[in-house]
């Protein structure tokens, strides 16, 4: 059974702490950001046409019977069309995304899971978030040749989410909501390449990379607690630390520590890069009635974006 038309969507996300060392099983944690969206419409099309799918917003628009095995939206219909046993529908997928790319808000984890879900529910399937999420981590495999899993599972589960490589999903209690500013490099970074360069550092020294991993997992581990109480003082602190090590493992840019620097100076509780770092965004801890303070800051200091975005535990 199919609809006329079908919309779904899918959130972008930032880490909050433990990037880089989650790779190599540390946990990190990880919440949506509602702000930017990818949204997939499916709509009905003549018979014999096949599913064509249309991204302007990433140059990319093909028949899924023309496209090449690691074409990652491809690669995304193709499994959900196993997923639920369907063959290829007459349809046209067009998807848009105001996720900026390669900047570390999960650009491709977010346009896979608006695709599966939208394609899976033309065909008149509801996909729980664990079929999604498995679904979408597949996907990532193309994307970042050994990702950990984090954007797949914040962006399926729309839930801020303790994560560690492997492990069932952990929802995390946010007692009190506190407010982040992401600001964005304007500079693009492949997770890909940073992922590779940090596992060829830590080839060549593992025991100075794992110091600092286990250091990286520590502070995922109080920054849970200090979530979980509402010590959004505490919460700053823990950011700042791992952003130190962040720039120790050498992720970290110039562009990126002026806009840590930045938001510091603005009085921001904590500031820190967040993803795979080289470009793409930071994140700053602010008490509400200063976000603005601290986001013309963060313009004035050269983001070429600033997004403002409440966490809260939702549902
Ligand atoms: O895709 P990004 O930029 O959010 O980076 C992903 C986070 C890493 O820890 C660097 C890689 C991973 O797979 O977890």
Known sequence: MTSAQIQRSAPGKVILVGEHA?????????????????????????PGSGLSIVASDLN????????????????????????????????????????????????????????????????????????INALVFEVEKIHHGTPSGIDNTVI???QPVYFVRGRPIERL?????????????????PTKSAVEDVRRAWEDDPAHYDALFDQ?????????????????????MLMTENHALLIEMG???PQLDELVDAAQFSGA????????????????????DLAEDTAQVLWEAGAKGVIRTKVARTG
């Open 22 to 46: 989650v790779v190599y099983g540390q946990p990190a944690i990880a919440v949506p950001v509602t702000q930017v969206r990818a949204t997939a419409t499916l709509q009905a099309a003549p």
């Open 60 to 131: 990319r628009s093909f028949s899924l019977r023309a496209a090449p095995e690691d074409e990652p939206l491809a690669a995304a219909a193709r499994l959900t069309l196993a997923h639920v046993t369907s063959p290829e529908p007459d349809a046209v997928a067009t998807v848009h995304s105001t996720v900026p790319i390669a900047s570390g808000l999960g650009s491709g984890a977010a346009v896979s899971t608006a695709l599966a879900r939208a394609l899976a529910a033309f065909l008149g399937h509801a996909l729980d978030p664990a079929a």
């Open 156 to 158: 399926s589960y729309e």
């Open 173 to 189: 209690a946010v007692s009190t909501p506190f407010t982040l500013l992401v600001g964005d490099t304007g500079i693009p970074s």
């Open 216 to 236: 990286i997992g520590d502070i995922v581990d109080d920054a849970r607690r200090a979530i979980e109480i509402g010590d959004v003082e505490e919460l700053g």
């Open 251 to 253: 992720v970290s840019s």
């Open 269 to 288: 509780l904590g500031a820190k890069l967040s993803g795979a770092g080289r470009g793409g965004n930071m994140i700053t801890l602010v008490e509400e």
